[in-house]
């Protein structure tokens, strides 16, 4: 069966990458010929660049910022932050032709898709995708002879955001789709009041490898040993986000460490581009297998604390949504691990030790559900 995945755009996103990855490789296993669409983000207006150069003119005239004007990347620009992270694409993610527009979807048809395959990720999450009835596959014809799949999509939060006319033509939508599985427990009864439509929760696509099969790409870009052993992914830079990891640092008597990016072009600018580069895929991966605990605020990077059975505190943010993780803890036990401020963090979190091996039991389990799931789908 020839299979089209419709995901959230190929970027930076080391979470993003992955699942895509994983959904691919998953469903190749299952003997299919598989390609993830490659949709890029959209470009800024020039109404947003010309509001950006104004308020960046005021920032230099009252000193406030006297470097920057430009807040964007050129393309030249952008391909030079990305360059680690387009060559994970280019070397393990099967795409299509790149589409601009969510307008030119129709293009697809030239692919003669079997199946469509929507998710994983916040692809129904009206933030990250304003044009969400193409993540309900509104460009496919009502009548055309094609399976309709969604594979742990989210919503990212748990209350529903639809207009009520938006929440009419998704509700259509929907009840084309073959099967829909989401991520969060609450996504259920979301499709269930606004969609009228049943939803299994299933896991993450990137829960559906093994420690080993991502340490094969390691092994392959033979990365080398992390400089660190606490490590650091955190993606919203705080005074109390720092504080929790310095009490956190003192506490293991680690060395902290990060994989990110040490700054981003809208901080820096082109002066600095060096240090708003991605650093590779493998290196972040890598810094899982050489932690010996882990501080994040990254959804994915909760996953991958629990793929490689590190003990970790996760750090919730309201803003972006903590039902993420919310439903992933509860699905393993660990509840505990998320701390919603640093009154929250105590010693006794901090050191609790995590029962692995009752994890990897529940992480084989909801990973049988989720393959019989896509295979029982795919060959009905």
Not at 58 to 73: D, E, G, H, K, T
Not at 215 to 225: F, G, S, Y
Not at 255 to 276: H, Q, R, W
């Amino acid at each position: 069966m020839k299979i089209g995945i419709l995901t959230q755009p190929l970027s930076t996103n080391y979470g993003g990458l992955l699942q895509a990855y994983a959904l691919q490789v998953v469903l190749k296993n299952m003997d299919h010929e598989v390609w993830t669409v490659d949709k890029q983000e959209t470009e800024l207006s020039i109404i947003v660049k010309i509001f950006s150069i104004l308020k960046r003119f005021m920032l230099r005239i009252l000193y406030l910022n006297p470097n920057l004007i430009r807040v964007w990347a050129t393309k030249n620009e952008q391909n030079k932050i990305n360059i680690h992270t387009n060559r994970f694409i280019k070397q393990n993610i099967n795409t299509t032709k790149k589409i601009k527009s969510f307008s030119k979807l129709t293009f697809l048809k030239k692919y003669n898709f079997d199946a469509y395959v929507v998710g994983s990720d916040q692809v129904w999450r009206l933030k990250y995708s304003p044009l969400i009835t193409n993540y309900f596959l509104d460009f496919i014809d009502k009548n055309e002879n094609v399976k309709r799949i969604a594979y742990a999509a989210s919503f990212g939060v748990d209350k529903w955001e639809f207009s009520p006319k938006l929440t009419r033509q998704c509700a259509i939508l929907s009840k084309r789709f073959d099967a829909i599985s989401v991520r969060e427990d609450s996504a259920i009864q979301l499709c269930q009041e606004n969609l009228g439509v049943e939803a299994y929760q299933v896991v993450d696509p990137t829960m559906l490898l093994t420690k080993e099969d991502y340490l094969i790409l390691v092994e392959k870009d033979k990365v080398p040993k992390s400089t660190g052993t606490l490590l650091v992914y955190v993606l919203d830079k705080s005074i109390e986000n720092n504080e929790i990891i310095k009490r956190i640092e003192l506490e293991m008597g680690l060395t902290p460490f990060s994989i990110m990016a040490k700054n981003t072009f809208y901080e820096v600018g082109k002066d600095n581009l060096k240090d708003c580069i991605f650093p590779p895929v493998t290196e972040w991966i890598r810094g899982f297998l050489d932690a010996k605990y882990v501080i994040t605020d990254s959804f994915h990077g909760t996953v991958f604390s629990i793929i490689f059975n590190k003990p970790f505190i996760c750090i919730g943010n309201m803003d972006r949504g903590v039902i993420r993780f919310t439903s992933l803890l509860k699905i393993f036990g660990l509840e505990d691990r998320l701390i919603l401020s640093k009154d929250e963090l105590t010693e006794e979190k901090i050191k609790k030790n995590i029962d692995f091996n009752f994890v990897n039991e529940t992480l084989y389990i909801e990973k049988q559900k989720a393959i019989k799931f896509l295979f029982s789908t795919l060959n009905n």
